[in-house]
């Protein structure tokens, strides 16, 4: 049995003020929720106050991106020690990294294996484009980014499968159709590490999830939790989605 995680990647929203503004209002109905790990992944401004905060609470807290090397001459970049100073966990290969930022499969996989050295769980993201979903190679594309990705990594790290064109559009992946492309995912990663690890690395569906759609996508047999962007910024449904969630385990422990 999976313990699902639902993370809230922020992007580029909430100054410190309002960051902790938005944790003190969700914290008194998370933090001692059981069966789901909730993770916060605010901008890096957000990290040291918002630890602060979570202290004696079972959420945790996840940058969004970090840098491969441990320190230097890299203006504007996180080192991986920085991030496990007060996280658990780093969003790697997000699409917008890689598209605006030109991450790669290969960068992508220094920035896991530096993370895994510094003892940080990476979330590492892959999916199609809408092209290539309509091309019929969503498959092929997350094979690939797989592969290339988690070279000589080890399985301790979670997947996002974030098809790009599901990812703030509202135009969310269907529940099944998202589980098939997770299977496949797990397909690939059994290749890699071995069917008895890859049955427990958890797989993320993630892609306009929001607490009116959660309970599809978390009754599917290998979806684990979600990465979550813009209902992560509001309250009630993000404690909806991990509320959902917990009863989701609920069901299947009975
Ligand atoms: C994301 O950015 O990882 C994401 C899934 O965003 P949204 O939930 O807004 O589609």
């Not at 996508?217 to 989605?241: E, M, N, P, R, T």
Request: net charge negative; hydrophobic share 45%; glycine share 8%.
């Amino acid at each position: 049995m999976r313990t699902p995680i639902i993370a809230g990647n922020w992007k580029m929203n909430k100054t410190v003020a309002e960051a902790r503004e938005l944790v003190a209002e969700m914290i008194p109905f998370l933090k001692d929720v059981q069966g789901v790990k909730t993770v916060f992944c605010p901008p890096a401004p957000s990290l040291l106050p918002i630890a602060a905060m979570l202290e004696g609470t079972d959420i945790d807290l996840g940058a969004q991106n970090m840098h491969w090397e441990s320190g230097g001459a890299y203006t504007g970049e996180l080192a991986p020690a920085m991030v496990s100073e007060f996280g658990e966990f780093v969003i790697l290969g997000h699409s917008e990294r890689r598209a605006y930022f030109g991450e790669t499969d290969e960068t992508v996989n220094k920035k896991i294996r530096a993370a895994q050295a510094n003892g940080l769980t990476p979330i590492v993201c892959v999916g199609e484009t809408l092209e290539e979903n309509k091309a019929n190679k969503t498959s092929e594309v997350v094979s690939r980014q797989i592969k290339a990705g988690l070279a000589d990594v080890s399985a301790a790290l979670v997947i996002a499968y974030e098809p790009i064109w599901a990812i703030g559009t509202g135009l969310a992946a269907t529940a099944e159709i998202a589980n098939d492309t997770i299977k496949t995912i797990r397909a690939v990663l059994a290749e890699l590490f071995g069917e008895e690890d890859a049955q427990k690395i958890r797989i993320l569906y993630g892609g306009s999830v929001k607490g009116s759609n959660a309970a599809e996508y978390f009754s599917q047999s290998d979806i684990d939790g979600a990465l979550v962007g813009g209902a992560a910024l509001k309250a009630d449904d993000f404690v909806k989605i991990i509320y959902v969630a917990r009863a989701e385990v609920m069901k299947s422990n009975a």
